[in-house]
């Protein structure tokens, strides 16, 4: 049987149409990409990431406020929230913590605390962002400890990745490996426990460098990762996709 493959985080919601959608998750069905969370990021888009993975097999819905709109939304947002989680199989995600962001870095804290909570109490999976915060990170991680977690597109120090994986995180690598500029990211692909490795495109983003390919983007992506490891992409792509599953848990029958 081919390998399935699993895109750990994507925005399939920002498609700028559903034709362009389709193509995308046709392509990717094609390549063997059986199975993606797909993450809202504010109340604007939870309804869509909800209604793509009603009508499409293989797509986990993730709800949740992200760092660069926190300060931007109504009061209730939370409640909001917990009534999407509560009404469908999904992740909380995509929450974190961003100190390149606009939003006020308190309020960012405050909203990403509530979000690991609901976590907590619903006892689903966590998609993390967090730029130039990890410091902080790791100390509301200690505190929230959180259900399992993965941080996504990871670009924290190589050396932490020992701790984070104590306290039960995935690690998420995205295209960016492929960047030859980014040699401390490829040292955290090499330090993660290959137990914790998933590979994700943000798509529709630029997930390869000057490329937009869509969740098939996943097959490059994991391609790369497996000759910085010395393994086959057969071998990572099998291991990432059991990865997923224990990330998942119950979730996984979803796919
Ligand atoms: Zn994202």
Redesign the pocket.
Known sequence: MKTRLFDA?N?LQNYSNGAETEDALERASAAGVAGMLC?GTSPADWERVSALAAGHKGIIPCFGLHPWFVGKVRPGWLGLLEGFLSRSPSCVG?IGLDKAASSDFAEQEESFRAQLRLAKKLERPVSI?CVRAWGRLLEVLKEERPPAFML?AYGGPPEMTGELAGLGAYFSFSGAVLDPEREKMRKALLAAPPERLLFET?SPGPALPGRRPGPQGVVEVIGAAAAALGQTPEALGTLSWRNAETFLGELFSQL
Do not use: R, Y
Request: proline content about 0%; charged content about 30%.
């Open positions: 985080h925005h993450n995509e962002h996504h943000e």
